[in-house]
């Protein structure tokens, strides 16, 4: 007689929430250690050498930015798992903005990778004065930097998705998917800030601090301390399907 196993929606909410961990770790060393300076510089000779003279570094950041959107993949995925019991589309439309991001996060790679290419030295690099590399490295760095807030955006609108099924799931506690939906304020504010009002930068990144960190904290917490509620995922799973 065949047998069928499923997956325990409660062991898969604590993975996701590993993977979060993981994300929490590996952020800090992806998106700032070796970057930090480069971003806050308005010197272009500056952040060219400083490129030079901290480019194992740089490296270390970028091979955690590959991780790192090598796990959101693997996340985005996981979650429309868990939350296809509350609505297949619009869980598969938060999956979608999450994929997007890790995409636009690998895409991102290129322009570190262009940005040591000019401070490498090469040969072929003679075609070109110190000032012009300076001024296309610091080029290439602000559109690195701005990208960040491109594939924020990306964030914002798989987290306002995320909180609504959430808030509806029935499984997971519903002030839990208010606090997610603060953090999508707070990524979408930061994104179209960038764009609309880049002098705001400083301001926009406090506000992401105070409301996104929170959520993503305590929707972590939750997902490892207590998963789901199993009979509540499976009777609305039931309720899907039906």
Same mark, same amino acid.
């Given at each position: %007689? ?5 997956? +325990? ?13 993981? *994300?929490?770790? &590996? ?9 930090? #300076?480069?971003?806050?510089?308005? #010197? ?10 901290? $480019? ?5 950041? =970028? ?10 993949? !693997?996340?985005?995925? %996981? &979650? ?11 869980? =598969?439309?938060? =999956? ?26 090469? +040969? ?5 004065? @110190?000032?012009? *590399?300076?001024?296309?490295? @610091?080029? !290439? ?5 701005? =990208? ?8 914002? !609108?798989?987290?306002? &998705? ?27 504010? $930061? ?18 601090? !105070? ?5 993503? *904290? ?25």
């Amino acid at each position: %007689m065949p047998t069928t196993t499923t997956t +325990s929606p409660k062991r898969l909410a604590r993975t996701i929430g590993v993977l979060y961990v993981t *994300l929490f770790v &590996l952020g800090p060393v992806a998106f700032l250690i070796g970057k930090a #300076d480069l971003f806050d510089s308005t #010197d272009a000779a500056n952040s060219f050498a400083y490129l030079g003279e901290n $480019e194992s570094t740089i490296r270390i950041g =970028m091979t955690a930015e590959a991780l790192v959107f090598i796990i959101e993949i !693997v996340a985005s995925a %996981m &979650l429309y798992v868990l939350f296809r019991a509350v609505s297949r589309h619009l869980s =598969m439309a938060a =999956m979608l903005a999450r994929f997007g991001q890790a995409v636009m996060q690998g895409v991102n790679l290129l322009w570190g990778a262009l940005a040591l290419s000019l401070a490498g030295g090469a +040969s072929y690099l003679a075609a070109f004065d @110190q000032g012009q *590399l300076e001024g296309l490295s @610091q080029l !290439v760095l602000d559109t690195n930097g701005f =990208m960040i807030h491109v594939w924020g955006i990306f964030f914002g !609108v798989h987290l306002a &998705l995320l909180a609504w099924l959430v808030m509806r799931s029935g499984f997971l506690p519903e002030w839990l998917g208010w606090l997610v939906g603060l953090g999508a304020v707070g990524y979408l504010l $930061e994104g179209f800030g960038a764009i609309i009002a880049p002098g705001s930068a400083d301001l926009l990144a406090t506000v992401v601090l !105070v409301l996104a960190v929170p959520a993503e *904290l305590a929707f972590t917490v939750w997902l490892v301390w207590k998963g789901v509620d199993e009979e509540a995922w499976h009777a609305r799973a039931g309720a899907t399907l039906t």
